[in-house]
């Protein structure tokens, strides 16, 4: 089975500077998928950032960054420019290579966005 | 393209009552999940649907919870009888279900067992 641990429930940080989320996981599979999903208040879960095992590149979408280190099984996400629209729980998970939906989520980190 | 729907958005029940929860996927959407999501946690997978047919219910408590799939389109995720526990938000989502594809939640229903 996989656990995946994120170590920060809260961060803050003042809009337009930058701020990394932490997560940590632990697999035996070869072949899994990374993710970062954002759920606001709406609490729809919407997906920020992929990153597939596989890749040794990081993973970026837009504002929105991976540092992924395999060895060590660490999984971080860094918003640069943070908008106050970040504001937000943000979940780290995991899957398997088998599908995207069956996912095993960490336990959250709640970023609050500072004007 | 409409997302996945789920009703309702609130509901509000006594313990040892019934509920029951709909979900209708993104059209042509083949995998189905249901999540139930506590109060400061990680969304928690309960069941997942491949068209009409259940892949993975290992975390399902079976003996108050039961969901269905009629037809490989819409589900709904039923609790019988609730328990305090249970106060939760309820989660759908949906995917094409190639291994490939992301998956797309709803908005949830939460769940408050008084």
């Known amino acids: 089975a996989q656990t995946v641990t994120q170590s920060q429930p809260e961060m803050s940080v003042q809009e337009a500077e930058t701020v990394t989320l932490s997560c940590t996981y632990d697999?035996?599979?070869?072949?899994?998928?990374l993710f970062w999903y954002k759920q606001p208040p709406s609490r729809q879960m919407i997906l920020v950032i992929r990153?597939?095992?596989?890749?040794?590149q990081n993973a970026t979408e837009n504002r929105f960054s991976v540092n992924f280190q395999k060895a060590a099984k660490s999984f971080s996400l860094k918003i640069s420019d943070s908008q106050l629209g970040d504001t937000a729980m943000y979940f780290c998970?995991?899957?398997?290579?088998?599908?995207?939906?069956?996912?095993?989520f960490g336990q959250g980190t709640i970023l609050t966005v500072h004007p | 393209e409409a997302g996945v729907a789920q009703s309702p958005r609130y509901k509000i029940i006594e313990k040892r009552q019934s509920v029951a929860f709909w979900c209708n996927p993104i059209?042509?959407?083949?995998?189905l999940y249901w999540y139930q999501q506590i109060l400061g946690q990680g969304p928690k997978l309960l069941i997942q649907?491949?068209?009409?047919?259940?892949?993975?219910d290992s975390q399902l408590p079976k003996d108050r919870f039961s969901a269905e799939r009629l037809k490989g389109v819409d589900s709904t995720l039923k609790i019988q009888p609730a328990k305090l526990e249970d106060s939760a938000v309820y989660l759908c989502?949906?995917?094409?279900?190639?291994?490939?594809?992301?998956?797309?939640f709803g908005q949830g229903t939460r769940l408050t067992v008084v």
């Open positions: 989502a949906s995917s094409p279900g190639d291994g490939g594809a992301e998956a797309f």
């Open positions: 697999t035996s599979e070869s072949n899994y998928y």
């Open positions: 990153q597939e095992a596989y890749k040794q």
């Open positions: 998970a995991f899957s398997r290579g088998t599908s995207y939906g069956k996912l095993t």
């Open positions: 059209s042509g959407h083949a995998t």
């Open positions: 649907f491949q068209n009409n047919g259940v892949v993975d």
